[in-house]
């Protein structure tokens, strides 16, 4: 079974970057599919980007052309770079993993592990 660490959260003003990172123990990453969620006070958890067990990757709207999704199985973690960041990307910010598939996972419940939120918070 696999456990997941995410970290790399902060403080940041608007226009600048963070990575995310979620590392994965137990388990090789690169036999699961990854996803990162987020949840801001009060909203629905809304899925962020994803990678499937082929590499195929999945973007919010809300993010693409900001945030870019990569594996790096040698340090078996998933990172999420943050660029041009908004205040309205602030939210808890969580990884998850789901058994391996060549789809792309955008919901929650598809997703059968989680790891603990790292709080990214944007200032105006």
């Known amino acids: 079974e696999v456990q997941l660490q995410a970290s790399g959260g902060g403080l940041v003003q608007a226009g600048g970057s963070l990575r995310l990172s979620c590392a994965a123990s137990g388990s090789n990453i690169d036999d699961y599919a990854i996803g990162w969620f987020r949840q801001a006070p009060g909203k629905e958890r809304e899925g962020v980007s994803c990678i499937s067990s082929d590499g195929s990757t999945y973007y919010a709207d809300s993010v693409k052309g900001r945030f870019t999704i990569s594996s790096v199985n040698a340090k078996n973690t998933v990172y999420l770079q943050m660029n041009s960041l908004k205040p309205e990307d602030t939210a808890v910010y969580l990884c998850?993993?789901?058994?391996?598939?060549?789809?792309?996972?955008?919901?929650?419940?598809?997703?059968?592990?989680w790891g603990q939120g790292t709080l990214v918070t944007v200032s105006s």
């Open positions: 998850a993993a789901a058994p391996p598939t060549r789809l792309v996972l955008t919901h929650p419940w598809e997703y059968d592990y």
